[in-house]
């Protein structure tokens, strides 16, 4: 019955290590290209040419050091891994990225959005999104948009879980003031 | 439903939604480089147990008369002395844990 099953990721990573696999590999960028590419348009502030284009150098970057992946992580983990530090590394060549907390931004109560919309356009979305901090929007983006942990978030973005955990808390308290505000009243 | 909630239901709607492939995964495969040859695994033990044994070879033929290993190991033993024939045992044993080690590096 499994062999008829889609082959897993380590079966196709092992393809590639032991077969120089290509078509194993272009299983694994079809399998992954969505989300890697959504958790970068939102990293890049919805710059979709941007994201595209780091979204191609990370999976090329992956297949150069596919040797090196573990299998005890997830191939998804270590994918965003991978994108995160492109991204990163983009965004230096620009300027500084600022990854610490933001102390002086204000932590509303939850109190304060009993307006919060049901649905929220994609654009109002990724306007609210472009208003955190690099931080912020790499915490929400490797916790809600790659679906990790914030132990997985902490090792995949190179910060504390302390930090990972006080980011996506502010960036929430912001999101939700920017898409209450955006609420027609 | 509170804020927190909604909010959340938001996010994850919005990062379950698809991003059809249009080619991406073509251009990946496009752009990937040819794939470094891989340590030529048939080369390297043939070069490592070649060594070996060219080593060995010589730690034998330039012992001293009546050196032969298993005196040097008997030797080293027995009586914890450094005889010209332990000094050619440790010469072979240290020649064949390198091998072993480069060997398994390479596995």
Known sequence: MSSAAAPSDAELIVAVLERDDRQAFARLVERHQSKVRTVLRRLTKGDHALADDLAQETFVLAWRNLRHFRFEARFSTWIYRIAFNAWQSEARKKREIAMDIDDDAPLAGPESFEEMPDIVSRMDLERAMACLSDGERAAIAACYYADLSHEEASVALGMPLGTVKTHVMRAKAKLKARLVAKEPS | ?107
């Open chain 2, 1 to 107: 439903m509170n804020a927190t909630d909604k909010l959340d239901r938001i996010l994850r709607r919005d990062a379950a939604e698809d991003i059809a492939d249009e080619g991406f995964a073509a251009r990946v495969m496009a752009a990937l480089p040819a794939r470094e040859p891989r340590r030529q695994s048939g080369l390297n033990p043939t070069l490592v147990l070649g060594s070996a044994a060219v080593g060995s070879l010589l730690a034998v033929a330039f012992a001293p008369a009546n050196a032969n290993i298993l005196q040097g190991m008997i030797d080293l033993y027995q009586h914890h002395a450094l005889t010209p024939a332990a000094y050619v045992s440790i010469g072979m044993s240290a020649i064949l844990l390198v091998s072993a080690a480069l060997l398994a590096r390479d596995a």
